[in-house]
């Protein structure tokens, strides 16, 4: 068991290591120049040429990719004279001077934004919050529903029950989450006022200003995916309700409620833990949409506007976040599943 | 013990510990109405062993459902009596079936790795068991269900116990399944092809558990099976089914030295046999079992059946036979067939006539 979750750990540093390569390599390909991104409307040749010097992007490509696969643990100073093999984090005497840049590895350094004037840590730092809080709202409100609707469904399998909230699942399954979220917004924002216009503040700052910003972006995502987990759950019971062993179970004379919940749902919940693990790290590395939707300055957001900007050390910093949470979570289903299905034995 | 006869409504009459009378049941669906039981009646005492035979399809697994109140009602029409002891399982509420379920009846499956939850130990489902029907502290139960391993010969039960399903052998699952189905000593054990799933060697120690435990417990067992050998091996009775209806019932001695219906004549003699000499092949039953939703007119049976032609009128197409008794009272059988024709049809089909002590 210890050593199956340290071989995955090891796999997962290979496989980012792999992931980061591909990324720095796309931006090496890309037509448009790196340089002239950092400064936009204001660009003369003279500050192209100097950010360029600066963004170390006029070393040769493996020097850069080096001095970013350093820079994760040690941090960098920019602009740098060749490549940091001293960690500025454990050498104080490798201070900032005038005119060049800290970027800490405190716990990682993943880059500086020049566009921004900040360390992508501390945007990643500032984001991940309120995607965090997004996320596990919205998993918690599509479980509740979701599950539901789905037994429900299952006990009342061919009835009017069940084809309603099936209706309703596909509904709620077939429609873009933008719309939804527009449409939420249109409804109990605009129309009926039961809510003011999102505007995202720390919990800390204003708990009843976070809340009501974050329910509609909750309700959002549950709509979306409790339908696509009524149809899952729903599926899943009907066909551990037909097993043998449910049978054996009412042969043993157990009351119907102990036949479904403890013998039925047991068994056929192990693929929703599966898609929960891997739907909760997908919106953890950004839900996109909602995100912008409801101007929530997540991931999402912050990968979405660093792209548009073509902000190129933000976007290598949260597509390798984003794979690092979906790494984990499939080490977390996993282990998971084995403590969840006695048959399964982690080799 | 065989009192009851065929014909519509009949009262109970006899007073033994299980009367099965006129038990239909009927599935409805798309393409028409599956009667998968067909006014099936049967008695049991305790101590008593019943054999219900047929091929799949043949509405003896949904009859041993029927009785354990296994059948949805909603999705399926039940009709007749199934008296176990003083009460009519049929007309029973759900929750009284539920109570006697696994208490006063218990049910032992087909194939036992399937049949246990395959998330829960061995432990954890006896102790289920037990606690459904016993108010007793969750140590007692496992101490009783320790024991009841030890008793189905479960070798260091105590340690077998913290097992899972997965972690044991097809031999040993199906003791798991027996203790489960006897740890609140029930009256009345129904076993579903019990060692269908199960090597050879493995079949007959279940068996002789199941008889052991018989003994000690007074339990009436119904043993369903398709195999004959486990039936000459087990049963006191023999009741053989095809398509949906009884078609043969008598005692075990009787059927084995006198069988009457050509399709009890025809499982009897795909039976190997080891006294049969040189290269006389095994002969089995042309055709498949009927469709239940589009039952033949007239004799299930006869579209398969060789002898049809020998009863006159083609009477075999046109109607359907009773269940009667012959040639002795407590031996029912449903052919039109004479005497004289049945004794030729089991010396065409068996080698033999059915008149002398025959061994199965």
Redesign the interface.
Known sequence: MFGYIVRRVLAMFAMLLVLSFVVFSMFAVLPADPARLTCGKGCTPAIIEANRHRLGLDQPFMTQYARFLIGIPCGRIYPTQGPVWQCPRTNSSLQPKQGEFLCPANPVCLGYSFRKGENVTTLLKEAMPVTFALAVGGVILWLIVGLSIGILAALRRGRWQDRTAMSIALFGYSFPSFFIALILLYIFVLKLGWLPYPSYVPFSQNPKQWTETFILPWVSLAILYAAFYARLTRNQMLETLG???I??????????R?VIYR?AL??GISPVVTSVGLDFAALLGGAIIVEQVFTLPGIGKLALDSTLEADLSIITATVLLAAFFVIIANLIVDLLYAY????VVLV | MTTMTDPAATPRTGHAYLDVIDLSVAFPTEDGTVQAVNKVSFSLERDKTLAIVGESGSGKSVTS?AI?G?INRKAASISGQVWLDDVDLITASDDEI??????QM??I?Q?PL????????VSKQLV??IR??QDVSKSDARRQAIEMLDRVGIPAPDKRVDD?P?QLSGGMRQRV?IA??LVNSPDLLIADEPTTALDVTVQAQILELIKDLQREFHTAVVIITHDLGVVAEVADEVVVMYGGQVVERAGIDELYAAPQMPYTLGLLASVPRMDRTGNERLEPIPGAPPSLINLPAGCVFRPRCTFHDQVPDDRCHRERPDLLAAPTPEHMVRCFLSAEQRIEAAAVRLGRRPTGEAQP
């Open positions: 097993e043998d062993f049978r054996t179970a009412r042969a043993k004379g157990l009351p119907e102990t013998h047991r068994a969840l299905d006695p048959r | 459902q354990m296994l539920r109570r006697r379920r696994g208490d218990a049910m499956f194939d399937s049949s246990l939850h395959p998330y829960y130990s289920e068991a459904v029907h899972f997965h399944m489960m189905a």
